[in-house]
């Protein structure tokens, strides 16, 4: 990288602070620059592979693309941080599975390091979109510990606490979706019955509301707003299901902030207003979740903006966000 | 302190480390000295008093008792903990409510550091039992992370991770007994429907099985062995929804380890196997929970232990254990 190809001002820190992360998701893969300060200097959006050759491929090329938008080289990146749907080892960067992508066993951090020669680090596609939303959301409220509620094909969470990433002891931190809310529930794949996920996810949507339209949740939304009984029924059991989520967040670790992402979230304003009318209605009754103001903590991710993508970007960063243990 | 009162080998930091903590309960006050490594040194129990005046006093005596006993000066000790069932802020000492002990908006805190010229430090109950149960059980296990899960009149946690108590950002975390689990349960006295509390703690126990016996979980256990179906039934939601409490501590925060305390955990081993039962229960038709190993995560305080007191202690002490944002 020579002076004149030097980045504008915005990039106060110098390039040494230039971050890529890369968001894998199951049809698209999302890449983003980010400064020192986390600003994004660039974005890029290419389809994804299917199996680990396509995987690295698509990776790869994202993480070129990217360089050559900012025409710098792909080794001038000072990290590169990839969130993957699926069970990873964060500190090896070795993808254990990812149903998905079509991934088992694939030492995707080391691979990526040697093809690309900048450090990569693999992190949970949710526990990367937490990081992400922190960094946007938590600054502006001087919020210290927050929750990222993903409501997508399933259910769960990220947390950050005290500005750290809480993998949990064996990396399980957030799996929320599998506790029961419902003993006469439906019966989840899991193997239980009621978890929150058979309630309040895409899956739980498609389940109770069957649709061909391409965003069933705003399908199932339109039709309950048009005063379908049934739809009426599945939403407000979603919106009731996704307050549970609040309040188990809220009760077991007291995070300041829970942000709600994932493509459901992407219903917006009724969304974010049906679940704090349902948490105003608990309060309502109870004076003890009254004192915790839950719907003045629930916030929406800003629709476009790639949670997961910099949040990979910041987990890959050199100063080692997030715990890692022992200590 | 003067030379000859130095105490014996054991106190391998010196005296500079010799911390007192004390567990103020709704009916006795336990106080415990223990060196730089967490070791006991000094015990005493007396009888707890009613309303801010009684209950400086008897702190102030039960410091000052264990002083005499270990034949130093209270201002030898280089800190003193206190652990209050109710409602404090850490960070200044101050006591908001303690209903049980009468005590309401008392600077606990700062009275006891005037009136025993050591420094005081005030925990919520749970938590201190937390980071006591952490310091006797996580070692031997290299756990980072521990949930202690408190079987009293209520049902409560606290949490340690990384080592370090996590209090939340506004002193609520581990308040998992008011988490609904089942929405036909008994109303709780908070307003909601089927908490945890209502279907696993003292006064769930109580409710469900009146007695005169001064230890009723106890009188229900015997009475499920002697084949009373009715006490069966009690028994059973008992340990099954313990077995709750401990999966949403798992699920949410992923801790490697929850210790049952508090008065039901004095019914040994009978609790610890029926709880761990029911979660292999749960696994054999969950290969997912299966896979968490929930049941040999699950260990109880052993009997006897000061856990409170020794917590506080600890809390007390001067490198600050627990995280107060802003950091």
Same mark, same amino acid.
């Given at each position: 990288m020579?002076?004149e190809?030097r980045?504008?001002?915005?990039?106060?820190?110098?390039?040494?602070?230039?971050?890529?992360?890369?968001?894998?998701?199951?049809?698209?893969?999302?890449?983003?620059?980010?400064?020192?300060?986390?600003?994004?200097?660039?974005?890029?959006?290419?389809?994804?592979?299917?199996?680990?050759?396509?995987?690295?491929?698509?990776?790869?090329?994202?993480?070129?693309?990217l360089?050559?938008? @900012?025409?710098?080289?792909?080794?001038?990146?000072?990290?590169?941080?990839?969130?993957i749907?699926?069970?990873?080892d964060s500190?090896?960067?070795r993808?254990?599975?990812?149903?998905?992508?079509?991934?088992?066993g694939?030492?995707l951090?080391?691979?990526?390091?040697?093809?690309?020669g900048?450090s990569?680090?693999?992190?949970?596609?949710?526990?990367?979109?937490?990081?992400?939303?922190?960094?946007?959301?938590?600054?502006?409220?001087?919020?210290?510990?927050?929750?990222?509620?993903? @409501?997508g094909t399933?259910?769960?969470?990220?947390?950050?606490?005290?500005?750290?990433?809480?993998?949990?002891?064996?990396?399980?931190a957030?799996?929320?979706?599998?506790?029961?809310?419902?003993?006469?529930?439906? @019966?989840?794949?899991?193997?239980?019955?009621g978890?929150?996920?058979?309630?309040?996810?895409?899956?739980?949507?498609?389940?109770?509301?069957?649709?061909?339209?391409?965003?069933?949740?705003?399908?199932?939304?339109?039709?309950?707003l048009?005063?379908?009984?049934?739809?009426?029924?599945?939403?407000?059991?979603?919106?009731?299901?996704?307050?549970?989520?609040?309040?188990?967040?809220?009760?077991?670790?007291?995070?300041?902030?829970?942000v709600?992402?994932?493509?459901i979230?992407?219903?917006?304003?009724p969304?974010?207003?049906?679940?704090?009318?349902?948490l105003?209605?608990?309060?309502?009754?109870s004076?003890?979740?009254?004192?915790?103001?839950?719907?003045?903590?629930?916030?929406?991710?800003?629709?476009?903006?790639?949670?997961?993508?910099?949040?990979?970007?910041?987990?890959?960063?050199?100063?080692?966000?997030?715990?890692?243990?022992?200590?």
């Amino acid at each position: 990288m020579t002076a004149e190809l030097r980045l504008d001002g915005s990039l106060s820190t110098g390039t040494s602070a230039l971050r890529v992360g890369v968001d894998v998701g199951g049809t698209k893969t999302d890449a983003v620059a980010v400064d020192g300060g986390g600003e994004v200097l660039g974005q890029l959006r290419l389809p994804t592979g299917f199996g680990a050759d396509a995987v690295l491929a698509s990776t790869v090329e994202a993480v070129s693309g990217l360089a050559s938008q @900012l025409s710098v080289d792909p080794r001038d990146f000072s990290s590169l941080g990839v969130g993957i749907p699926g069970s990873v080892d964060s500190g090896t960067g070795r993808v254990t599975h990812a149903v998905n992508l079509g991934l088992e066993g694939l030492e995707l951090g080391a691979e990526l390091t040697a093809r690309l020669g900048v450090s990569a680090h693999v992190e949970n596609d949710v526990n990367a979109a937490a990081l992400g939303a922190y960094h946007l959301l938590a600054g502006a409220r001087q919020s210290h510990s927050m929750a990222y509620l993903n @409501l997508g094909t399933g259910l769960a969470a990220g947390l950050v606490l005290g500005g750290e990433l809480w993998r949990g002891s064996r990396g399980n931190a957030g799996e929320i979706g599998h506790i029961p809310v419902d003993p006469s529930g439906p @019966l989840c794949p899991c193997g239980q019955r009621g978890c929150l996920e058979t309630l309040a996810s895409g899956s739980a949507v498609t389940r109770q509301w069957p649709t061909d339209h391409p965003r069933p949740a705003q399908a199932l939304f339109e039709a309950a707003l048009a005063g379908d009984e049934s739809a009426v029924e599945v939403w407000e059991r979603l919106l009731v299901n996704v307050a549970s989520a609040v309040r188990i967040l809220v009760l077991t670790v007291d995070v300041d902030l829970v942000v709600i992402g994932g493509g459901i979230s992407s219903l917006g304003t009724p969304l974010l207003g049906g679940v704090r009318s349902a948490l105003d209605r608990w309060a309502s009754s109870s004076p003890f979740l009254a004192s915790l103001d839950l719907s003045g903590r629930v916030e929406l991710v800003p629709p476009g903006f790639p949670a997961a993508a910099v949040g990979a970007a910041l987990v890959g960063a050199a100063d080692g966000t997030g715990h890692r243990w022992p200590r």
